[in-house]
């Protein structure tokens, strides 16, 4: 079953810049799409990044593009969201995501982002 291990949230204050990374074990599958989610109190869990499995493609929100960037290593096992010029809105907990082509879709824990003005 595959397994995804996230890191790199923390406090940090507005302007500033995270690194989250998120590395996965125990697939059998090649990589369809690759995603970064977060979700901050009293509201939906939203798409903030995503990349196909060729690395090809990337989509981000609205709200991130031009300080957001998703990237993956070679073997596609870790993939990564830089941030920077953080604001106090990108407070939230991230949850990065990754679909296989078999189509399973596995999640990881979570790590809280907190940005404070």
């Known amino acids: 079953q595959v397994q995804l291990v996230e890191s790199g949230g923390g406090l940090v204050q507005a302007g500033g810049s995270l690194r989250l990374s998120c590395r996965a074990s125990?697939?059998?599958?090649?990589?369809?799409?690759l995603g970064w989610y977060r979700q901050a109190p009293d509201k939906a869990r939203e798409l903030v990044a995503a990349i196909t499995g060729s690395g090809g493609d990337t989509r981000y929100a609205d709200s991130v593009r031009g300080r957001f960037t998703i990237s993956t290593d070679s073997a596609q096992n870790t993939f990564y969201l830089q941030m920077s010029s953080l604001k106090p809105e990108d407070t939230a907990i991230y949850y990065c995501?990754?679909?296989?082509?078999?189509?399973?879709?596995?999640w990881g824990q979570g790590t809280q982002v907190t940005v404070s003005s």
């Open positions: 995501q990754r679909i296989d082509a078999s189509g399973y879709v596995a």
């Open positions: 125990g697939s059998n599958f090649g990589v369809n799409r």
